[in-house]
């Protein structure tokens, strides 16, 4: 079976770093991805790992250790408009088809 | 860039009658599509991939005769829910692989909110 784990709930301080992890089972691995979504929103893309190792965009970063079957988001100097739901989502095989992990919903405060 | 389109962004439809929601890859042909629901406070879950030319292959537990399916064309699929119940109230939302010039983009649509009354 599939099985893509987060915490459900998280809280940090504006300013601060907070890091979602996830940890997946599925069938097949081709690449792992990372969005946002704000409530009654579509899904904004965020980051895509296929290889080992860190992958940094601006405030955003995504590890991915496949060996482990974990990855986790680190966000860096948190804004009060990061407070969203983070989706880990694994591609299992070839194409476009993706499995949604749990999702994590971050409240930033002041 | 690529982008996918989907309409209507919400509708609200009475008990028994079937909703028919479009999703359009709108610079890209997309060979497949896919189709997920979200309840509140809950993340994405995917109910079918949508293929061009042929019939949809469902996920487990998703009902084919209730959610209809179909890719009639590269760019539009649509996703119909007959007789629909209160219990089908959900965000419904597609996407599509954008293509190799896209890299491994995959795009969603604005999804759709239905109600049933």
């Known amino acids: 079976g599939q099985n893509i784990d987060q915490p459900t709930e998280m809280t940090a301080t504006e300013g601060a770093i907070v890091q979602i992890n996830c940890t997946y089972q599925?069938?097949?691995?081709?690449?792992l991805f990372w969005y946002q979504q704000h409530a009654g929103e579509a899904p904004t893309f965020l980051s895509y790992?296929?290889?080992?190792g860190l992958e940094e965009k601006g405030r955003f970063s995504s590890f991915l250790s496949r060996s482990k079957g974990y990855s986790y988001l680190l966000l860096k100097e948190l804004q009060m408009k990061d407070s969203a739901s983070y989706l880990c989502?694994?591609?299992?095989?070839?194409?476009?088809?993706?499995?949604f992990g749990t999702g994590t919903r971050l409240q930033v405060f002041p | 860039g690529a982008v996918v389109s989907q309409h209507p962004s919400r509708v609200i439809c009475k008990s028994g009658t079937s909703v028919k929601i479009e999703c359009r890859s709108l610079?890209?042909?997309?060979?497949?599509m896919f189709w997920y629901r979200q309840f509140p406070k809950q993340s994405l879950m995917l109910m079918a991939t949508?293929?061009?030319?042929?019939?949809?292959?469902?996920e487990q537990g998703v009902e084919k005769d209730k959610f209809l399916i179909n890719h009639a064309s590269l760019t539009l699929s649509t996703l119909t829910v007959t007789s629909a119940h209160p219990e089908d109230s959900s965000f419904y939302i597609c996407?599509?692989?954008?293509?190799?010039?896209?890299?491994?983009?995959?795009?969603f649509g604005e999804g759709s909110w239905l109600t049933v009354v």
């Open positions: 996407s599509a692989g954008g293509g190799l010039s896209s890299g491994n983009t995959i795009y």
């Open positions: 599925t069938s097949g691995f081709n690449g």
């Open positions: 790992n296929v290889l080992d």
């Open positions: 989502a694994v591609r299992p095989a070839r194409g476009d088809k993706l499995i």
């Open positions: 610079d890209f042909q997309a060979t497949t």
């Open positions: 949508s293929n061009e030319g042929s019939k949809a292959t469902y």
